[in-house]
């Protein structure tokens, strides 16, 4: 009995002092957090960019802990240089394309869906983002493979000879979808689609209809109304969503690896330099490539208000 009223104080005296001192309230309910974040996160990225600064020796095949740019030099062969370009075009091909088939979806949800269809389009954009990766992936493997659904409907309405044109053409084409850069992009942009549709939706939420109204009443076409009231005031929510399309498409290897050609993308010979390769120096400069894309491209993101619209 004494000792649980012994508790019953202590736990009062703790209470009442950091009740009179907020400062000291905020600052054990942040440290926690904010060490996870300063040693895992930021202690990581420390430690990838050091190691980017050292190289390896070609003869023993051990790193060399003296600091150098050459690493970073070796980014600019061609080879190396071909897939950050090959990636940076992916990415930003995948984000302009999820922009075109997110937009309508999000102005039929912001403007039109109500009550249970508002809901069935939330169902509808999360449920993807809910079932398994990998799973996603490899069914579109199948989908996509020379004896695979689109390849039957292919033939059914007679139109093979024009997905073979297609995949016979050197960059886009292969043996068949499932091997192919196109299909990479298909892909690409099923995954990160719903990345895409609810910032979009979100800002076209916040546009007032009275100017949309406004337009219509001073004459205004629908595609002026668009071109000049509705785009500018979503474009915040567009950035946002290209913020997720462009980085996640930067990072991924997963999808690469298992759907497209032999040719390589930046999460791809990352993992080859610090498995295979063991080439840890030159596998952390080339995480460093996507680390200052995504740095340039927040900036101008920032810039477009893209923030206000997450």
């Known amino acids: 009995m004494t000792a649980v009223a012994t508790s019953s104080s202590t736990l009062s005296r703790i209470s009442a002092t950091l009740w009179r001192r907020p400062g000291l309230l905020v600052f054990l309910m942040l440290t926690p957090p904010l060490l996870w974040l ?129 995949l016979s053409l050197p960059v886009v084409g292969g043996n068949s979808l499932s091997v192919s850069s196109t299909g990479t992009f298909i892909v690409f942009v099923y995954i990160w689609l719903p990345y895409m549709i609810l910032p979009v939706q979100a800002a076209l939420e916040r546009v007032p209809s009275n100017l949309i109204e406004a337009s219509h009443d001073l004459g205004a076409a629908p595609a002026s109304t668009f071109r000049h009231v509705l785009l500018p005031l979503a474009l915040p929510g567009v950035a946002a969503g290209s913020i997720f399309t462009f980085s996640l498409t930067l990072g991924d290897y997963i999808v690469p690896g298992i759907i497209g050609t032999s040719r390589l993308f930046l999460g791809q010979v990352v993992y080859v330099q610090q498995g295979t390769a063991g080439n840890v120096p030159l596998a952390a400069a080339f995480s460093v490539v996507p680390v200052i894309i995504m740095g340039i491209y927040l900036w101008l993101a920032k810039k477009q208000g893209a923030f206000d619209a997450l």
Not at 78 to 84: E, T, V
Not at 99 to 113: E, S, V
């Open 38 to 166: 300063g040693v895992v996160y930021v202690g990581s990225l420390f430690a990838l960019l050091l190691q980017s600064f050292f190289s390896i020796d070609d003869f023993t095949g051990l790193t060399n802990y003296q600091l150098t740019l050459s690493t970073y030099a070796e980014l600019f062969r061609p080879s190396n240089f071909d897939i950050i370009r090959r990636t940076v075009v992916m990415a930003a091909l995948v984000t302009i394309a999820s922009a075109f088939l997110a937009f309508p979806i999000a102005y039929y949800a912001a403007r039109y869906a109500k009550g249970r269809w508002k809901a069935f389009f939330y169902l509808g954009v999360m449920l993807p983002l809910w079932s398994s990766y990998l799973v996603k992936i490899y069914a579109w493997k199948m989908i996509l493979a020379k004896e695979g659904i689109i390849s039957w409907v292919a033939d059914k309405l007679h139109v093979t000879p024009v997905l073979d044109a297609w």
